[in-house]
């Protein structure tokens, strides 16, 4: 304690660099087993952002088995997910540069099968006859997705009609095909419907049965059992909870308060895997935390697995145990394997080898406070930490209060250490899971219903202002930052409340009404439900648009957008831009060649994550401890 300076907040000298963070941190996600190999996916930021595909052997030696070069990645919903599957060790993946789907028997030796269309969420005949998949195909004037056979180099559909298609699971002796499908202006997550059908000698599909869903009720990942029963995860109860399909009846099977599902935002995602006929592991998220337990179907007991974790997802069964991506507040993401008897776990892959002492982390405090409508909404506050260094006497820390994306979606407790950028510099963050928030059950989901843009900026405003009168931070020193919906919510609290002194955009939404004429098929319709239908209620569209309110808008704003961004186009963040030079405020624009919805690649991450900071820098008047590239700031001494 000897050694610690007083300092400025914001100015503090920190070992967690933006350079430390890209080259030292990986993507680890979708886990799957194949006998005792298991297969993973990682996204290198310092290989150009590609995803590669690796396996860790029965002997535990880890290889890459994708080709150099390559890409795991689809672009079905644009999203992706789902884009590689592995029976046998024979492993099919979908190339992202040509999204044409491959095969592959041996490390770095794969074959080309079908092009022109992108594939996603692979399941692969039991017998090995041929793949059935998502395929989405882009028309001169239509985007249609359907299930289709995979056959050598040819395409069959098998079921089309409805908007949307997603989980094809053969039954374990491929006699039975199980999917969801859904139309708009639904998004997965606000109904979906559960189909089985025959799988005939032909490789075609039988009659389908309806067997779960609707308008009002959203199914998640559904699964045979070894035995043959058809599982699933609906939230008919306000809850995502585990149902069995069993002599042509829906069966709940552990009633609870939590959520065992997810958002289908992309394609392949689990949160349960079958030890036996009768045991299931699960994830399950309960009040902010996701937890690991062992369900007996047949007696309904439930067993929760204690480790030294908050996050949780994608759980494989191997033998001996399980696999499956785990974090914690001071653990970044990684590969683990489970002993389901002891509860004993070893890391096989970690994402980040990084050498930070404890003494640099901020660890989060859950935080429950009261919002708009005498609501309750949550986040994670972490406070400034660095053990270097306090703060000058008589002052509070800045805050800077990020706005997760989706909406329909949530942030998490597990090391972010693009957060502990900031928290070890002196800046105080919270983290808003507001309401429409995942996690918290369909009440709390639905709570943003026809308000985007009302309560979950109430939320973001409201949590900074608990904050302020708690005496953790600094009232005047406020700033906002959120990607793509996250952007939209940074955007509207600036313009529409006058609480947040600066804000920063990345490829955030600006103008409804423009993205809802140019948007891609899966999110085309999101917006009836979140604001209402178009052109219907075109007059709440140019209320709710950042664009349409400058007069409002009086606080410097960075923003920062992939050229290449089908999603958000550039043009949102351009005409913002824009217009903020136009009306004299401080704005700076950086733009991204080659990269879409997200930044993948290494120098992208760190230039977006220090002309941040540097922007901020500048508006709240301290002198960064590092040398950072400066960032060209229209107006500035406006």
């Not at 239509?142 to 949307?164: P, Q």
């Not at 032909?202 to 059992?225: N, T």
Request: hydrophobic share 40%; proline share 6%.
């Amino acid at each position: 304690m000897n050694n610690v300076q007083r300092a400025p907040y914001g100015s503090w000298k920190s070992p967690i660099t933006a350079d430390l963070i890209v080259s030292g941190t990986i993507g680890l996600g979708m886990v799957r087993a194949d006998g005792s190999d298991v297969y993973w996916l990682e996204s290198r930021p310092t290989e150009g952002g590609r995803t590669v595909l690796v396996r860790m052997g029965a002997r535990g030696a880890i290889e890459d088995i994708s080709p150099s070069g390559s890409n795991v990645r689809s672009r079905v919903h644009e999203y992706g997910g789902g884009a590689y599957a592995v029976k046998d060790g024979v492993v099919y993946f979908v190339n992202f540069s040509d999204q044409v789907l491959y095969r592959l028997e041996q490390a770095e030796q794969s074959v080309a099968m079908v092009s022109g269309s992108s594939y996603a969420d692979l399941a692969i005949d039991p017998r090995q006859r041929y793949l059935i998949c998502v395929r989405e195909e882009h028309r001169e004037d239509e985007v249609i997705n359907a299930l289709v056979r995979i056959e050598l180099d040819n395409a069959t559909v098998l079921v089309s009609g409805a908007d949307f298609y997603a989980s094809p699971r053969f039954s374990p002796g491929g006699n039975c095909l199980a999917w969801l499908s859904w139309n708009h202006p639904n998004m997965p997550w606000d109904g979906t419907e559960l189909w089985v059908a025959e799988v005939l000698a032909d490789g075609g599909v039988g009659q389908p049965m309806l067997v779960a869903g609707g308008a009002q009720e959203s199914i998640f990942q559904p699964e045979w059992s070894p035995g043959g029963t058809l599982h699933f995860i609906s939230d008919r109860s306000g809850w995502w909870n585990l149902y069995a399909w069993e002599d042509n009846e829906v069966q709940a099977l552990y009633p609870r308060e939590a959520e065992f599902g997810l958002p289908q935002w992309v394609f392949g995602m689990s949160t349960y895997a079958f030890i036996s006929e009768r045991q299931i592991l699960c994830t399950y998220r309960e009040n902010g935390l996701t937890r690991l337990g062992v369900l007996d179907k047949h007696s309904t007991a439930f067993r929760t697995i204690e480790l030294p974790y908050t996050e949780l997802s994608g759980p494989a069964i191997v033998p001996g145990g399980a696999v499956l991506v785990a974090a914690s507040p001071t653990q970044s993401a990684a590969v683990i394997k489970l002993d389901l008897e002891s509860g004993e776990h070893r890391v096989l892959r970690t994402s980040s080898h990084l050498p930070v002492d404890a003494g640099y982390l901020s660890r989060p405090e859950p935080l429950t406070f009261t919002t708009t409508d005498s609501q309750k909404a949550y986040g994670y506050y972490y406070p400034p930490c660095n053990q270097d260094f306090i703060g000058l006497p008589g002052e509070k820390p800045p805050l800077l209060v990020k706005s997760h994306g989706g909406p329909t979606a949530a942030t998490s407790s597990a090391l972010n250490l693009k957060i502990q950028y900031w928290t070890s510099r002196g800046f105080a963050v919270l983290d808003v899971n507001y309401r429409g928030s995942t996690g918290y059950g369909r009440a709390y989901r639905e709570q943003l219903k026809g308000r985007w843009g009302i309560v979950d900026v109430d939320d973001c405003v409201q949590g900074a202002l608990f904050l302020v009168a708690r005496g953790d931070v600094d009232g005047w020193r406020l700033a906002i930052d959120g990607g793509s919906a996250g952007g939209y919510t940074t955007l509207c609290a600036l313009a529409f409340r006058n609480v947040f002194k600066a804000g920063a955009s990345y490829y955030g939404v600006s103008d409804l009404e423009s993205l809802a004429r140019d948007t891609h098929k899966f999110e085309a319709r999101y917006f009836d439900g979140l604001i209402g239908p178009y052109p219907e209620c075109r007059a709440l569209y140019i209320a709710r648009s950042p664009i349409h309110s400058l007069d409002q808008l009086a606080c410097p704003v960075i923003f920062l957008q992939g050229l290449e961004d089908k999603v958000v186009p550039p043009n949102q963040a351009e005409a913002m831009v824009e217009a903020l030079r136009v009306k004299g405020l401080p704005v700076a624009y950086l733009a991204f060649e080659g990269e879409q919805h997200g930044f993948r690649r290494a120098e992208n991450i760190k230039r977006a994550l220090e002309a941040e900071f540097y922007f901020f820098a500048h508006i709240f008047g301290f002198e960064p401890a590092d040398g950072i590239e400066p960032v060209p700031i229209d107006n500035l001494q406006g």
